[in-house]
């Protein structure tokens, strides 16, 4: 038998308690912890040995790059396996998906360096994969949404890969690792502003509400339950779609759209010489020229543009086939012609209506044919911009501490949880975890202390122990270490960003500009430039780490004492 179906269950489990997988593997890592710690000089027992958790924080390709030399510099210092978690938002856990991909990947970290640094610098997908992708996530689930587009066209732009692995796939492959979790946020829950818990966790093991203590087994997330029985499998989401789900802010909505638009532009033209197919009927040529105007239009209208001239394009092409969608063009030149510009909710109508006009035009059997219905379907889910949508585990349970609201809905929405908070605190801050340390490191952009500051003041709202954040004025430039020190069961965090005074030698805002988050391409200078700098905080702060962790150790015997 698999030993992952041997381990999947069907029950959704509520209450606190980690998962047994969890817990074995932080007994496994306490003995490699206590040696590590050994190795520094720092003696300690089973019962006074922190636990460390390492956060990276979210920043599109930038948090990536940077969590990797991060990570990298630890293994140098003789660090990383004081490490008992490693926790990420958006862009570090598209690192983390590359790292854990490979089994024991702490011990071949050199190696496992020069193949992702390869890979960012000198990889790429072609369309044709990014369009089967597409196609494959649309046949293969019941909930498609904007995610999986934004999985298929977007994130293995930027990755440079298809990573078809599931997440269950790592359960026993990293015994020498830290243990990795997965953050990302209950959109229903932060929108309708709920008193409910928006924090969600993904580990290998089981996904759930961080703090409500509500979880299924990972490889289940996907499949529909109804009174914590799965009622109907659905195939467990790849790597590549956890990426999307947790990675989807690495901009602005408007900057968003229009990379969109410029990827499905280029799956329908089929850009590379290679991929090039020639529709094979004057229907299905006509669709993939109304599919191409359709996306053009919508990107002209996103950059306030003219869009006379595609409306006049879409008219042409439907003339005398499509009654409705001719009227409505009409309608919209005569807007253009007296306001200059369309509305997003006349143009979202018009877009849905033609792409549902249109679908018997690709009759033609083969790729292409379900390549382009399912472009269509991307723009629609484009319109209707709804994220990560997900059957809910916990669709009619009674559970003390979830809102009604929440097990009442039969669908969830999950989004990057970088849009509420861009650093995974609450996932180590369950008090089963018992984390006394957090290593916070932030490649976030804007004030370098906004992810420390705001878990503060959310911590203090939900009753949560966390260390009183005090930072220095706004328009000092930031140095590369601090420690907010805990008190009782707070941990202690250090916070330590990314472009800093003492790494950037009073050249933090250029080191900046280099670096925005939508920052889609990175040249090999790009990449070893960012880890070397990531790298060196990490390496000009050694001594204070270790000098923290005694002070943790101190700490905890001493509340033992009293």
């Known amino acids: 038998m698999d030993q992952n179906k041997s381990r999947e269950s069907t029950q959704v489990k509520t209450g606190h308690s980690l998962s047994e997988a969890e817990r074995q593997h932080l007994a496994r890592r306490s003995n490699t912890v206590r040696q590590c710690l050994k190795h520094h000089g720092i003696s300690c027992s089973e019962n006074d040995m922190p636990n460390i958790a390492v956060l990276g924080s979210g920043g599109g390709l930038r948090a990536m790059i940077g969590l990797l030399g991060s990570v990298c510099q ?16 958006s862009g570090s856990t598209w690192c983390m998906a590359s790292l854990y ?9 050199d190696t496992l360096k020069e193949n992702i640094v390869h890979r960012l610098a000198k990889g790429s997908v072609s369309w044709l994969k990014m369009g089967q992708k597409l196609v494959d996530y649309i046949t293969e689930k019941d909930n498609f949404s904007m995610t999986d587009v934004w999985a298929a066209l977007i994130v293995s732009y930027l990755v440079k890969e298809i990573d078809e692995h599931k997440l269950t796939q790592q359960r026993g492959n990293y015994t020498n690792d830290p243990y990795p979790i997965y953050t990302l946020i209950d959109k229903q829950c932060k929108h309708d502003k709920l008193n409910a818990d928006v924090w969600f ?3 290998p093991d089981e996904s759930g509400y961080s703090l409500s203590g509500a979880f299924v087994d990972s490889s289940c997330l996907r499949s529909q339950f109804e009174n914590g029985q799965k009622i109907k499998d659905q195939p467990e989401t790849d790597m590549l779609y956890l990426q999307g789900l947790c990675g989807s802010a690495i901009a602005d909505m408007e900057e968003n759209l229009k990379f969109l638009y410029e990827q499905l532009k280029h799956l329908i033209m089929g850009e590379s010489t290679k991929e090039s197919h020639t529709p094979q009927t004057p229907d299905v040529q006509n669709g993939c020229l109304l599919l191409l105007t359709l996306v053009d239009l919508n990107l002209c209208v996103l950059k306030k543009e003219d869009p006379t001239v595609y409306l006049q394009t879409i008219k042409d092409l439907l003339k005398d086939k499509h009654d409705e969608i001719e009227r409505m063009t009409v309608h919209l030149e005569n807007v253009v012609t007296s306001e200059k510009t369309i509305s997003k909710e006349e143009l979202n109508g018009y877009t849905l209506q033609v792409c549902n006009s249109i679908t018997d035009m690709f009759t033609v059997q083969g790729f292409w044919d379900d390549t382009y219905k399912a472009i269509m379907r991307a723009l629609e889910e484009i319109v209707c911009w709804i994220w990560g949508k997900t059957y809910n585990f916990l669709y009619k349970m009674e559970v003390k501490d979830v809102d009604p609201s929440v097990l009442n809905s039969k669908e969830r929405e999950y989004e990057d949880a970088g849009l509420l908070l861009n650093s995974p605190y609450f996932s180590v ?17 804007g004030n370098p202390f906004e992810t420390v500051v705001q878990a503060a003041k959310l911590c203090k709202a939900l009753q949560i122990p966390f260390p009183k954040v005090v930072v220095p004025a706004e328009d000092t430039e930031p140095k590369d270490f601090y420690v907010f020190r805990g008190y009782s069961d707070a941990p202690t965090v250090i916070h330590m960003p990314l472009f800093n005074v ?3 030698n009073g050249e933090v805002e250029e080191w900046w500009k280099r670096y925005p988050t939508s920052k889609r391409n990175y040249s090999l200078k790009d990449i070893t430039d960012l880890m ?5 905080n990490i390496k000009n702060n050694k001594e204070k780490l270790l000098k923290e962790i005694q002070n943790v150790i101190k700490d905890i015997q001493k509340s033992k004492l009293g």
């Open 502 to 504: 003492v790494n950037c």
């Open 201 to 203: 966790e993904i580990t």
């Open 74 to 89: 630890l293994k140098e210092e003789g660090l990383l396996d004081c490490i008992k978690y490693l926790c990420g938002v």
């Open 101 to 109: 991909k490979e089994p024991n990947w702490s011990t071949k970290l």
């Open 429 to 445: 801050l369950r008090e089963e975890r018992d984390i006394k340390l957090i290593i916070s490191l932030d490649y976030s952009s």
């Open 532 to 536: 070397e700098k990531a790298g060196e």
